[in-house]
Every structure is written in structure tokens, then in C-alpha cells.
């Protein structure tokens, strides 16, 4: 009896265990599959980066600068901004197949398959930038790096870490870079409203001036009409045809008194 009831506890925490071990798995199959999604999201970033028109980081593509060497070396180094920028691209690059390497060592073997293309182009490394990057961040030398267990072919990396071809590049366009300075955009100055004209002066309204109630205006009706096609009327003439004109006053003659006649007084009939 003693001996059933140990046999049914033991199945019972297999059959717990063996529950939680499911739950366990099934957590990190979704853990694994939400990392491998963002590990494609990222390789279609880079990818979208590389694509963009005018975009040095096309020449970095493994067999993009085949016949275009010198071109695409112009474009690269063709000022120190360019040149940081591809330095970016290829430590992203080489970050993103680090995760995704590690991702398929924990139960996503299939995932390798998925950045083959990627994994080539770094073993390309046209320019040295990888080798650049290896060997200044990582410490490696081509005796020793841990980063080479994530590729296939390092011969050529290698060869870049111990010829310094990248610096090499540098120096060389490096007397480009001073004798054609990067000329900042002037900063725009805020340009001013234009100022509004000043409205135009009304024109008054003309003042009407009230006639005094004191004074004795004609009416309109009663001045005749006035027009100025027919000629002034003469002025009219006096009885005789004649307009009289007065005297001057200087030649009317004064009225003389009558005489008085001699010896009036001593004729006592004359008076």
C-alpha cells in the first residue's frame, strides 16, 4: 500500500514537471520567435538605409562596387561625414549578425540561413572597415578573435587588420578633406512682415452751411433760366433814343438877382 501511494506522488510530479517543462518551452519558443522578428526588422532597416538615393552605404553591399571601385571609394571617403557614416553601418551590421549567431545557437539553427547575406558581405569587407572596427573595439589580431566563430571566411579580414587598410584610406583622402572644407548653411534670419501703406485720407464730406433764418432767399422756381448760346439783351433806351446823361455840377449856371433900379427910394410913387 505504502508502496502505490509513493508510485502515484511520483507520477504525479512527472506529470507537473513534465506540464511545466511544456509551459517552459512553449514561453521560450515565443521568447525566440519575438527576438527573431526583431532581428528581421533590423536587417530590413539596414537594408532600407543602404538603399536610400545618393546613400554611400550602397558600396559597402557585398558585389555592389564590382567595376566601380574608384567611384564608389570617392563616395565613401569622399568627406569625413561619409566616411562616419559607413563606419555606423558596418558596427550595426556587425552587432546585428553577433545577435542573430547567438539567437540560432539557442534553438533557431534555420536562422543563419536568413543573414547568409549579410555574414557575406562582411567577410568581403571591402575598404577595411570591419577589420577597422574588430580590431579597435574588439582587440582582435589576426592571430586571435572571438568574433570569427560567426563566419565562414576570414582570410580577408585578416589581411586588413595587418595591412591597416582602412587607415590607409583615410590618409589618403585625408588632404581632400582640408582643402575642401564643409561650408556650413547659413542660418536663416527671420525676415520682417512687410510693412502695411498707411490707408489712404478719406476725403471729407463737404460741409453744408444752413442759411440763417433772418435772410430772404428767391426760390428756385422764380429765377428765370439762364443760357449761355444766346446773346447778352441790349439795355433799354429812354423816350427821346437817347440815355439821358446828367450835368456835371460844375457847369449849371447860378440864377442872377434882378437889378434894382436908381432913385427907387426918393419916387414916393414908385413905392
Known amino acids: 500500500m505504502a508502496l502505490l501511494v509513493a508510485a502515484s506522488r511520483l507520477l504525479m510530479a512527472l506529470v507537473i514537471g513534465g506540464v511545466a517543462w511544456l509551459a517552459l518551452e512553449q514561453w521560450r519558443a515565443a521568447d525566440r520567435a519575438a527576438e527573431k522578428r526583431g532581428l528581421l526588422v533590423r536587417a530590413v532597416e539596414l537594408n532600407a538605409r543602404s538603399l536610400v538615393p545618393g546613400s554611400p552605404l550602397a558600396c559597402l553591399a557585398a558585389g555592389a562596387a564590382d567595376g566601380l571601385d574608384n567611384a564608389c571609394e570617392n563616395v565613401v571617403f569622399g568627406t569625413p561625414e561619409s566616411a562616419a557614416a559607413a563606419v555606423a553601418y558596418t558596427d550595426a551590421q556587425l552587432a546585428l549578425l553577433a545577435d542573430a549567431s547567438d539567437l540560432a545557437a539557442r534553438g533557431e539553427p534555420n536562422l543563419t540561413d536568413n543573414f547568409a547575406g549579410l555574414r557575406r558581405t562582411l567577410e ?8 577597422h572596427l574588430l580590431s ?39 588632404d581632400d578633406w582640408t582643402l575642401k572644407p564643409a561650408v556650413a548653411a547659413p542660418a536663416a534670419t527671420p525676415t520682417a512682415p512687410p510693412e502695411e501703406p498707411p490707408p489712404p485720407p478719406q476725403a471729407s464730406a463737404p460741409r453744408t452751411v444752413q442759411p440763417s433764418a433772418k435772410y430772404d432767399f428767391p426760390s428756385a422756381a422764380s429765377i428765370p433760366p439762364v443760357s449761355i448760346m444766346n446773346a447778352e439783351p441790349a439795355a433799354p433806351k429812354s ?20 437889378r434894382r433900379p436908381q432913385n427907387q427910394a426918393a419916387d414916393p410913387e414908385a413905392r
Not at 568581403?124 to 577589420?131: F, K, N, S, T, W
Not at 573595439?137 to 570569427?148: A, K, L, Q, W
Request: proline content about 9%; some cysteine.
Open 124 to 131: 568581403i569587407d571591402r575598404y577595411g572597415l570591419v577589420a
Open 136 to 174: 579597435t573595439r574588439d582587440g582582435c589580431t589576426v592571430e586571435s578573435c572571438r568574433y570569427f566563430v560567426r563566419l565562414r571566411e576570414t582570410e580577408v579580414i585578416k589581411a586588413n587588420i595587418k595591412g591597416r587598410t582602412f587607415e590607409s584610406y583615410i590618409a589618403r583622402h585625408a
Open 239 to 258: 423816350a427821346e433814343g437817347a440815355t439821358a446823361q446828367p450835368d456835371p455840377p460844375a457847369s449849371r449856371a447860378l440864377p442872377v438877382p434882378p
